[in-house]
């Protein structure tokens, strides 16, 4: 491997279980929402294109002003 071996610990097992949770209910289904995570992922659209969903160990979620 030309990174390394990884090594995870608890709170990489979880980001990963959140990030691939909600790309597995994109694909089956169009809409990364899920009842396993209670906050929902809002569609883009042109009046709001500055939001976004922030992924990381200690929250996740809509988020507003990606870009300022």
Known sequence: NILGEFVHD????AMMDK???Y???FI????P???KYAEKWEPF????HDKYFLFDIHEYGMRDKYAE
Request: charged fraction near 35%.
């Open 10 to 13: 608890e709170q990489d097992e």
């Open 33 to 35: 929402n899920n009842d």
């Open 28 to 31: 089956k289904t169009g809409n």
């Open 19 to 21: 990030f691939s949770t």
């Open 45 to 48: 659209t042109i009046d709001h």
């Open 23 to 25: 790309l597995i209910e």
